[in-house]
Structures are given as C-alpha cells and as structure tokens.
C-alpha cells in the first residue's frame, strides 16, 4: 500500500510539474488545430458565426486558378529550389571540411553571417540587389556583356531571384552538414587514400552515404520552410508579377486575413499538411531513415 501511494504521488507530482506545459499545448495548440479542423467544413467570414457546408471549400479550392498558381509555385521551389540549395550547401561544406585548404573559419562566418540578417532588412537588400538597371547582380552581368533580367519585374525570373535568395540564406544548413561531417571516420578517407580514390569518389562513395541523415534533416527543414514561406514574398513582390511568387501561405495569409475568409483558409491549411506529411513521408522512404549509415 505505501509503495502504491507513493507511486500516486509521484504521479501527482510529475503532473503538476508539466500542467503548464499541459494546459499551455491544450490552449494554444490543440484547441487551434481542432477548431481549424471544423472551420474548414463550415463557410466562416470571422465576423459571422460559422455554418456548415462540408466539403465545399476544399472542392472550391481546386477549381481556384491563384491557389492552383501558389501550388504550381511552392511545388517550383520545392523540385528545383531545394535541391540547388541543398547541392550548393553540401558542396561547400565538403570543401570547407578539407583540412588541406586554409582559413576555413573566415568562410564559415562568411556563409553564416547572412543568417543573422533580420528578415526584413534581407528582403530590401534583395530588392536593390535584383533592380534590373541598377542591381549588382545586373551590373556584374553587364561587365561580361550579359544583359540581365528583370529577376523580381520579370515572372520568368522572379522564382529562380527567389532561388538565388535561399541559397544567400543557408548558412545555417552548412553548418549542421559540417557538424555532420565531423562524425565520419577518418579511417575510412585514410582507406580509400590508400586504395587510389580520387577526392570526388571518397566525396560520392564516403561522405554523400554517411551524411545520409543529415541531408535528409535539412532537406526536410528546407521544405517545411517552403511551405511556409510568407514573409520574404509579402515584402518583396506581395505575389507578383502576374502571381509568380503566389506561394502558398502568402494566398493562405491573404484569404484569412485580407479576404476573412477563414474556412476557407483553413481547408487551405489542412490541404498543405497533408501534401507536406507525403512529401515527407516519401523523403524517409528515399533517405532509408531509421537505417544505420555505417
């Protein structure tokens, strides 16, 4: 009996320690999603009372030519976005990683120092960065007798300036790939040194392989971070041209609370959990996660 109440009281204890914890995820978490849940059945305008209408709205998604543009546009940088970005980091990172190249460090804080930009002040800089008459990049490309594009003026161009952007931004991915980097055995490089592999067969055969999980936490951060990819498209073309830069939480974030349209925002929302949960699943599948890399 005393070792059962005692067991009780720690119980106890243990649950009034994480009550705050508890109440705080049942608020501000749970009760949002389930409410979110229900409003996406009902045609809810925030100022009325929700009514129900089933499934309405997500039917009336798809017949919708901008969510299906936002969609085609977050999809764009997902397929081609992601993978530049996740390339470029990678790479870096293995050459930064080779203990034959000096001053690595000052490269390190050169990649991650735009990370620490506010997002607003990135966004500006970007905005006078991409101006096609006066933009640096234009200018760089005028120097070797390249007529640059519009870049954010243009809706051929304004997704591959977005690219260009993610790419100025993945400071934080070289980072943790290097930290990755860290655990693979020397032993093994020294081995493969010995068996006559070049550096980009080590590169291909060692490093990809064994950074297997690494690769697969980035990739899957950077396209969660597609997914909601609000701030830098609000501020920097607000949707345009022609809505090429439309992603999907700017129409998600203009329906609720531009359009108050609220149940239909919230279809929207749970249209991109389910496409972002298969994505991801699929990645998993691909990435043989939970396998051991060694």
Request: contains cysteine; positive net charge.
């Amino acid at each position: 009996m005393k070792k059962l109440s005692m067991k009780k009281r720690e119980m106890v204890y243990g649950l009034l320690f994480i009550s705050p914890w508890l109440i705080g995820f049942l608020i501000f978490t749970l009760y949002p999603i389930i409410s979110s849940l229900y409003y996406s059945l009902c045609d809810y305008k925030v100022i009325s009372a929700p009514q129900f209408i089933g499934m309405e709205n997500y039917a009336a998604l798809f017949g919708d030519t901008v969510f299906v543009k936002a969609l085609k546009n977050t999809v764009y940088m997902v397929c081609f976005g992601v993978p530049i970005t996740t390339f470029i980091a990678v790479g870096v990172s293995v050459m930064m990683n080779n203990k034959s190249l000096k001053h690595t460090g000052i490269f390190r804080v050169l990649f991650f120092i735009p990370t620490l930009v506010p997002t607003v002040v990135a966004c500006l800089l970007w905005i006078w960065v991409m101006q096609p008459e006066t933009g640096i990049i234009n200018r760089l490309l005028g120097y070797i007798g390249i007529t640059g594009p519009g870049w954010l003026s243009s809706p051929r161009w304004s997704k591959p300036a977005f690219i260009l952007m993610m790419i100025w931004t993945c400071g934080n991915a070289i980072i943790i790939y290097l930290a990755g980097l860290q655990d693979i055995p020397e032993s093994l490089y020294e081995s493969a040194s010995i068996d006559g592999a070049s550096f980009l067969r080590q590169t291909i055969s060692i490093t990809i392989p064994l950074l297997r999980s690494t690769i697969l936490y980035n990739v899957v951060t950077l396209i969660i971070g597609v997914f909601q990819w609000f701030a830098e498209p609000y501020i920097i073309t607000l949707g345009g041209p022609d809505n090429s830069t439309m992603f999907y939480a700017l129409y998600l974030y203009q329906n609720a609370f531009t359009y108050f349209k609220m149940g239909y925002a919230s279809a929207q929302a749970w249209i991109l959990l389910v496409i972002a949960l298969a994505i991801i699943i699929v990645l998993f599948k691909v990435f043989k996660f939970g396998e051991s890399d060694y």
